[in-house]
C-alpha cells in the first residue's frame, strides 16, 4: 500500500498556499514567542510539538486566544497515562469560545450553519441568532434544575436543533450526550442508561432515503426506560403534536436571553461518547471542556486550515463523534454544513451536490463512500462546480490508493486529499490533515502536532517501515478523563494501557514511512498472521473490492485448536455477478499478485451483506468469536449492529463446521 519514499507525489502543495496555511503562521510566531523551529517546515515543527509538549500546548492556547476565567498553574502537572492532569487550576467555557464570532458585528449576520435536507435546500442560521437561542435554552435549562454535571441526551439527527442543544448544555457546565434517531430504543438505552439523563432532546421521527420514519414509540420506550429525565423536549421534525408532558422546542427558544457561560474546571466533562460496543455495553467516554478546547482549536485551526471565509461539510451523524468534531468548526469562526439524509439519495452524487451548493470549502466523508462514487462511474468534478472544495478528507477506514487517484482524477488534480485516522477514543486524529506536506498515494499525510505517534513491535521497540501497533507515548488533551461508571479505572486501563503500561495502545496496525508519512493496515485485534506474516484486514479489502463484482468483503483469520490457520474471505457481489470458479480465481490471483501468497484465502464464500456497526464500521472480531463457536448472544452486542440478520448466517456457518 505504500508509495516509496522516492515516488513522485500525487499532489504538492504550492508555496503560495504553504505560505497562507495557518500552519505555517503559527510556526513563524512560535518560534519567535516559545522557542519553536523557524526553519525545517512542517517535520521539525511535529518534533518540538512533541519534545516540548507543555510548551506546545501553552502557545496553542495563546494563538487561539483561549478564554481562562482563572488561570492555570502549570500546562501539565501529571503526565502519567492514564491520569494525565492538564492546565489544572483554570476555568474556562467551551460553548462561550464556539459562539464568539457572534460577537464581532462584522460577521454577527453572516451564517454560522447551513442546513441542507434531501429536499436539497438550505436553511441558513446566522451567529447572532445561533447564540440568541442557545441563550434562550441555557437559561431554561438552568430554570429546569440543571447544574453543572448534569447529564443532558439528544436523540437527534444532525440538525441545527441538535447544536444549539449541545452548546445550551455545554453553557452551564452540563454534560452532553447523544444518538441518532435510526438507533433502536435498545441500542440508545444501552448508551443513555450508563449515564442517567436528566433531559432528553428528540425529534418524533426523520426522513432518510426518501421516506418519514416515525418515532414515537422509540421515544415513549426511552422515556419509561430512563427515570433520571425531569424534562423531555420535543421537536416537531415530521410536525406531531408533543407527545403528553413533553415541553416544546419553540417555547424554550424564543426568549431573547443573553447566554450565560458557566465556568468550570478544565478537566470538567464536555460529553459522553460511545465506543461501538460490538461485543458489550459500549465504552461511556468521558472528555473535558477544555481537552477537547484545545485539541479541537489545533486540529480544525491548524490541520483542516479553517478560519472564518471557509464552509465546513462533513456527512456524519449525530451517533458518530464526526459530529461532535464538526460543530467545533464554529472554535475557528467556520460556518457549518449539517447535511440530514441519506448519503446516497436521490443518487450516489448527493453528498456532491451538498458540496456544490453550499460552496463548502472542506467536504469530509467517508471512505467507502469515495469508493463507492467510484465504482458507480461517478464524475464529480464534470458533473458539479466544485471550484470552493480545497480538500477533501476522509475517514470511517483508509482510503485505498484507487480512492485517492480517482479523487485526482475525477474531482480535481489541484485537490488536497487527506485521509484521517484516529478515533472517538480522542475525539480526533492521531494521524492525517497537513496543508503543507505531499500526498503520497495510500498514505496519511503525517502524524499530528502534540501526538507523539510511534509504531512498536510487540517488545515495544520502534519500527520505521515495518507494520507494528500504534501507541501514542505521552498525553493528549483530549483523551479521556475517564469512562462513565468505572469507579476504579480497570476498564479505561485495559482498554489502552493493557499491553504496554503507561502507554496507549490504540488497536491498529500502522507503518511509519521513512519520510514521515503514516499507513493504517486496519484493526490489531483482527490481524490476519499467517505464518508469521502480519496483514491488516484493510490491505485484502483494498486488493479485492477493485474487482467490479465484488461490492464489498470481510476477512477472518481463524486459529483452529489443531494448530492450523482458516483464513475465509467473505463477499457481497454486485447486481449481476456470480461467484463462479473464474471469479474465484480472480480474487485469488489479485490477493496473491498485489499482497502475498499466504494471504490467499481457503475459501471465497458468498455472504447476502456484510455487517456493520452503527457508525458503518465492517465487524470483525464478533465475527470471527461467532466463527469460534461462541453463542451469538456472547459474541456482539445486538444493539451495536446495523442489520442483524446478517449475523445469523456466520451463526449457521459455524455450527455445520463444529
Same mark, same amino acid.
Given at each position: 500500500?505504500?508509495?516509496?519514499?522516492?515516488?513522485?507525489?500525487?499532489?504538492?502543495?504550492?508555496?503560495?498556499?504553504?505560505?497562507?496555511?495557518?500552519?505555517?503562521?503559527?510556526?513563524?510566531?512560535?518560534?519567535?514567542?516559545?522557542?519553536?523551529?523557524?526553519?525545517?517546515?512542517?517535520?521539525?515543527?511535529?518534533?518540538?510539538?512533541?519534545?516540548?509538549?507543555?510548551?506546545?500546548?501553552?502557545?496553542?492556547?495563546?494563538?487561539?486566544?483561549?478564554?481562562?476565567?482563572?488561570?492555570?498553574?502549570?500546562?501539565?502537572?501529571?503526565?502519567?497515562?492514564?491520569?494525565?492532569?492538564?492546565?489544572?487550576?483554570?476555568?474556562?467555557?467551551?460553548?462561550?469560545?464556539? +459562539? !464568539?464570532?457572534?460577537?464581532?458585528? *462584522? =460577521? @454577527?449576520?453572516?451564517?454560522?450553519? &447551513?442546513?441542507?435536507? %434531501?429536499?436539497?435546500?438550505?436553511?441558513?442560521?446566522?451567529?447572532?441568532?445561533?447564540?440568541?437561542?442557545?441563550?434562550?435554552?441555557?437559561?431554561?435549562?438552568?430554570?429546569?434544575?440543571?447544574?453543572?454535571?448534569?447529564?443532558?441526551?439528544?436523540?437527534?439527527?444532525?440538525?441545527?436543533?441538535?447544536?444549539?442543544?449541545?452548546?445550551?448544555?455545554?453553557?452551564?457546565?452540563?454534560?452532553?450526550?447523544?444518538?441518532?434517531?435510526?438507533?433502536?430504543?435498545?441500542?440508545?438505552?444501552?448508551?443513555?442508561?450508563?449515564?442517567?439523563?436528566?433531559?432528553?432532546?428528540?425529534?418524533?421521527?426523520?426522513?432518510?432515503?426518501?421516506?418519514?420514519?416515525?418515532?414515537?414509540?422509540?421515544?415513549?420506550? +426511552? !422515556?419509561?426506560?430512563?427515570?433520571? *429525565? =425531569? @424534562?423531555?423536549?420535543?421537536?416537531? &421534525?415530521?410536525?406531531? %403534536?408533543?407527545?403528553?408532558?413533553?415541553?416544546?422546542?419553540?417555547?424554550?427558544?424564543?426568549?431573547?436571553?443573553?447566554?450565560?457561560?458557566?465556568?468550570?474546571?478544565?478537566?470538567?466533562?464536555?460529553?459522553?461518547?460511545?465506543?461501538?460496543?460490538?461485543?458489550?455495553?459500549?465504552?461511556?467516554?468521558?472528555?473535558?471542556?477544555?481537552?477537547?478546547?484545545?485539541?479541537?482549536?489545533?486540529?480544525?485551526?491548524?490541520?483542516?486550515?479553517?478560519?472564518?471565509?471557509?464552509?465546513?461539510?462533513?456527512?456524519?451523524?449525530?451517533?458518530?463523534?464526526?459530529?461532535?468534531?464538526?460543530?467545533?468548526?464554529?472554535?475557528?469562526?467556520?460556518?457549518?454544513?449539517?447535511?440530514?439524509?441519506?448519503?446516497?439519495?436521490?443518487?450516489?452524487?448527493?453528498?456532491? =451536490?451538498?458540496?456544490?451548493?453550499?460552496?463548502?470549502?472542506?467536504?469530509?466523508?467517508?471512505?467507502?463512500?469515495?469508493?463507492?462514487?467510484?465504482?458507480?462511474?461517478?464524475?464529480?468534478?464534470?458533473?458539479?462546480?466544485?471550484?470552493?472544495?480545497?480538500?477533501?478528507?476522509?475517514?470511517?477506514?483508509?482510503?485505498?490508493?484507487?480512492?485517492?487517484?480517482?479523487?485526482?482524477?475525477?474531482?480535481?488534480?489541484?485537490?488536497?486529499?487527506?485521509?484521517?485516522?484516529?478515533?472517538?477514543?480522542?475525539?480526533?486524529?492521531?494521524?492525517?490533515?497537513?496543508?503543507?506536506?505531499?500526498?503520497?498515494?495510500?498514505?496519511?499525510?503525517?502524524?499530528?502536532?502534540?501526538?507523539?505517534?510511534?509504531?512498536?513491535?510487540?517488545?515495544?521497540?520502534?519500527?520505521?517501515?515495518?507494520?507494528?501497533?500504534?501507541?501514542?507515548?505521552?498525553?493528549?488533551?483530549?483523551?479521556?478523563?475517564?469512562?462513565?461508571?468505572?469507579?476504579?479505572?480497570?476498564?479505561?486501563?485495559?482498554?489502552?494501557?493493557?499491553?504496554?503500561?503507561?502507554?496507549?495502545?490504540?488497536?491498529?496496525?500502522?507503518?511509519?514511512?521513512?519520510?514521515?508519512?503514516?499507513?493504517?493496515?486496519?484493526?490489531?485485534?483482527?490481524?490476519?498472521?499467517?505464518?508469521?506474516?502480519?496483514?491488516?484486514?484493510?490491505?485484502?479489502?483494498?486488493?479485492?473490492?477493485?474487482?467490479?463484482?465484488?461490492?464489498?468483503?470481510?476477512?477472518?483469520?481463524?486459529?483452529?485448536?489443531?494448530?492450523?490457520?482458516?483464513?475465509?474471505?467473505?463477499?457481497?457481489?454486485?447486481?449481476?455477478?456470480?461467484?463462479?470458479?473464474?471469479?474465484?480465481?480472480?480474487?485469488?490471483?489479485?490477493?496473491?499478485?498485489?499482497?502475498?501468497?499466504?494471504?490467499?484465502?481457503?475459501?471465497?464464500?458468498?455472504?447476502?451483506?456484510?455487517?456493520?456497526?452503527?457508525?458503518?464500521?465492517?465487524?470483525?472480531?464478533?465475527?470471527?468469536?461467532?466463527?469460534?463457536?461462541?453463542?451469538?448472544?456472547?459474541?456482539?452486542?445486538?444493539?451495536?449492529?446495523?442489520?442483524?440478520?446478517?449475523?445469523?448466517?456466520?451463526?449457521?456457518?459455524?455450527?455445520?463446521?463444529?
Amino acid at each position: 500500500m505504500t508509495a516509496a519514499a522516492n515516488e513522485a507525489p500525487l499532489w504538492q502543495p504550492g508555496p503560495d498556499r504553504i505560505a497562507a496555511a495557518a500552519v505555517t503562521r503559527f510556526q513563524s510566531w512560535a518560534s519567535q514567542r516559545y522557542g519553536a523551529p523557524a526553519e525545517g517546515g512542517y517535520a521539525a515543527l511535529h518534533q518540538w510539538s512533541v519534545d516540548e509538549l507543555d510548551t506546545f500546548w501553552q502557545a496553542v492556547a495563546d494563538w487561539f486566544e483561549v478564554r481562562f476565567s482563572t488561570p492555570y498553574e502549570t500546562v501539565l502537572a501529571d503526565r502519567t497515562m492514564p491520569g494525565a492532569q492538564w492546565f489544572p487550576g483554570a476555568t474556562l467555557n467551551y460553548a462561550e469560545h464556539a +459562539l !464568539r464570532t457572534a460577537e464581532d458585528p *462584522l =460577521r @454577527a449576520d453572516a451564517p454560522a450553519l &447551513l442546513h441542507v435536507d %434531501e429536499t436539497h435546500t438550505q436553511v441558513p442560521v446566522s451567529w447572532s441568532e445561533l447564540r440568541r437561542r442557545v441563550g434562550s435554552l441555557a437559561a431554561e435549562l438552568r430554570a429546569l434544575g440543571v447544574a453543572p454535571g448534569d447529564r443532558v441526551s439528544g436523540y437527534l439527527p444532525n440538525i441545527p436543533q441538535a447544536v444549539v442543544a449541545f452548546l445550551a448544555t455545554a453553557a452551564v457546565g452540563g454534560v452532553w450526550t447523544s444518538c441518532a434517531p435510526d438507533f433502536g430504543a435498545r441500542s440508545v438505552l444501552d448508551r443513555f442508561q450508563q449515564v442517567e439523563p436528566v433531559v432528553l432532546f428528540t425529534v418524533d421521527g426523520y426522513r432518510y432515503g426518501g421516506k418519514e420514519h416515525h418515532r414515537a414509540d422509540t421515544v415513549a420506550e +426511552l !422515556r419509561r426506560e430512563l427515570p433520571t *429525565l =425531569r @424534562a423531555v423536549v420535543h421537536i416537531p &421534525l415530521l410536525g406531531t %403534536e408533543a407527545p403528553e408532558g413533553a415541553l416544546e422546542w419553540s417555547a424554550l427558544t424564543s426568549a431573547d436571553t443573553e447566554p450565560v457561560f458557566e465556568q468550570v474546571p478544565f478537566d470538567h466533562p464536555l460529553w459522553v461518547l460511545y465506543s461501538s460496543g460490538t461485543t458489550g455495553l459500549p465504552k461511556a467516554i468521558v472528555q473535558s471542556q477544555g481537552g477537547i478546547l484545545l485539541e479541537h482549536f489545533k486540529q480544525i485551526g491548524l490541520h483542516c486550515d479553517l478560519g472564518p471565509d471557509d464552509r465546513f461539510f462533513w456527512y456524519t451523524s449525530t451517533g458518530w463523534m464526526m459530529w461532535n468534531f464538526l460543530v467545533s468548526g464554529l472554535l475557528t469562526g467556520t460556518t457549518l454544513v449539517l447535511y440530514d439524509g441519506s448519503p446516497g439519495y436521490p443518487d450516489v452524487s448527493a453528498q456532491w =451536490r451538498v458540496a456544490e451548493q453550499t460552496g463548502a470549502t472542506l467536504f469530509g466523508t467517508s471512505a467507502a463512500y469515495v469508493m463507492a462514487c467510484r465504482k458507480a462511474g461517478v464524475h464529480p468534478g464534470r458533473d458539479f462546480d466544485l471550484s470552493r472544495v480545497q480538500c477533501v478528507a476522509t475517514t470511517g477506514s483508509p482510503l485505498p490508493p484507487d480512492g485517492f487517484r480517482w479523487l485526482h482524477d475525477e474531482v480535481d488534480a489541484e485537490l488536497w486529499i487527506a485521509s484521517v485516522s484516529g478515533g472517538t477514543d480522542v475525539c480526533s486524529c492521531f494521524a492525517g490533515a497537513v496543508p503543507t506536506l505531499p500526498v503520497h498515494i495510500g498514505e496519511l499525510q503525517a502524524a499530528c502536532l502534540g501526538t507523539d505517534l510511534r509504531s512498536w513491535d510487540p517488545a515495544g521497540r520502534p519500527l520505521i517501515g515495518e507494520v507494528g501497533e500504534l501507541v501514542v507515548t505521552a498525553p493528549m488533551p483530549s483523551m479521556p478523563t475517564r469512562f462513565w461508571n468505572d469507579p476504579d479505572g480497570s476498564r479505561y486501563h485495559d482498554s489502552y494501557f493493557d499491553m504496554y503500561p503507561g502507554v496507549w495502545r490504540h488497536g491498529d496496525w500502522i507503518t511509519i514511512t521513512e519520510h514521515g508519512s503514516v499507513i493504517i493496515h486496519g484493526r490489531s485485534d483482527s490481524t490476519l498472521n499467517r505464518q508469521g506474516v502480519r496483514m491488516g484486514s484493510a490491505d485484502i479489502y483494498e486488493a479485492v473490492e477493485r474487482l467490479p463484482e465484488i461490492r464489498e468483503s470481510l476477512v477472518i483469520g481463524l486459529e483452529e485448536p489443531d494448530g492450523g490457520y482458516w483464513m475465509p474471505l467473505f463477499v457481497h457481489l454486485a447486481e449481476g455477478a456470480r461467484l463462479d470458479d473464474e471469479l474465484r480465481d480472480s480474487i485469488k490471483r489479485t490477493i496473491r499478485e498485489n499482497l502475498s501468497p499466504r494471504h490467499v484465502p481457503d475459501e471465497v464464500i458468498e455472504v447476502p451483506g456484510i455487517p456493520h456497526t452503527l457508525t458503518g464500521k465492517r465487524i470483525e472480531v464478533p465475527v470471527k468469536r461467532l466463527l469460534q463457536g461462541t453463542a451469538l448472544a456472547k459474541a456482539v452486542n445486538p444493539g451495536s449492529i446495523d442489520n442483524l440478520e446478517l449475523l445469523h448466517f456466520y451463526e449457521d456457518l459455524a455450527r455445520k463446521r463444529h
